[in-house]
């Protein structure tokens, strides 16, 4: 990427992040509402059926990389808001590089998803939650969970573009469900079905939790999902990102 689509992903990047402070009530919402989930499933819902030791241990790294699924609705609301304001054919009229506005709002939406995971984390911890492996595991994990939120969020975007309307956020959004919860988020893929087990096998949140239950040092997990947990996101930026690129780049046209 050259200097000038830098300095203007940056300029794009501080103008979501401005929308911060005129929305705080929807940054909160956005960093409570994986808390809820956490409390929720560890403490009325959760049983643990067929987990090696505490559930707790198995949960955490799950919610952590199930929040990475969630949320998405902010950014694709953003993006259809923008489409339908012409706020986006003002900025396409100016000597901006192409996708400057898409880059920008990922990487606020990648610095909240940042915040997301140190307040679960600390959540986590206060729980009773300790991560093994030490801090290079733990920064190890948490670089595996922003990479498979930055797949999933150019998923988004490049969804956002396709329905071009805020109302039709909502629809694409349910989409996100089957993936968050076909997974071994939650519950072990040893105590589902045999069929149910093996498409929550091939789920790439699946790899990524994992592979980080495996860094947290949690027992009876399952080792070599790194590769998978690494290679599945890069596979799916390969096809969305240039996806949504070049969408953006033939609006208005």
Known sequence: MSAHALTDSWTMTRRELAR??????????????????LLMFGYLIGGG???TGAYRDYLVPGMLALTMAFGLEGTMLAVTQDLNKGVIDRFRSMP???GAVLVGRSAADMLQSAMALVVLIGVGAALGWRPGGGPAALLAAVGLLLLFRFAMLWIGIHLALVAGKP???QAV???VWPVGFLSNALAVPGSMPGWLGTVVGWNPMSHTATAVRDLFGVPGTESGHAWAAILWP????????PLAVRRFGRLSR
């Open 234 to 241: 890069l596979a799916l930026l390969a096809v969305f990102f």
């Open 49 to 51: 059926r067929g987990v």
């Open 167 to 169: 109302e039709m956020v």
């Open 96 to 98: 901006m590089a192409n």
């Open 173 to 175: 959004q349910i989409l």
């Open 20 to 37: 911060w402070g005129r929305q705080p009530v929807q940054l909160a919402v956005n960093l409570v509402f994986p808390v809820m989930l």
